[in-house]
């Protein structure tokens, strides 16, 4: 786990339970990965439509055969991709538990090759 997750999460345990009904009090950036997959799911089709800034769902997927820490991206109710396998564990537990984590879409890049990049930031909600 990155220290700013393990900070992230620490900090989720201090402060849940201060925000009032609907409102947000405070959004802490805990983690940062390029979303794996793209090229198999829905990415291709909306690449246009995304934007910095947009935000995803990470949504797990327990019975993922191939991975039990999967934690899809979805945005718009697209798959788009998933968070890496090396990278997914500590995301994953943290949903499993309930925590409050968002998605929200950093960086859009096209290598030459039209390879597609995006770049994530996961964050706490409060």
Partial sequence: MTRALATG?????CLSGTARAGEVAAEILVHS??????????????????????EVALVRELSNPHDPNAVRVEWSGHLLGYLPRTDNAAVARQLDRGNPLKGRIARLSKYRNHRLKLELEV???L
Avoid: M, N
């Fill in 123 to 125: 964050y706490l909600r």
């Fill in 33 to 54: 990965t390029l979303t794996a997959g793209l090229r198999h799911h829905d990415a291709k089709a909306v690449w246009e439509q995304l934007k910095s800034g947009d």
């Fill in 9 to 13: 999460f620490a900090l989720l345990c």
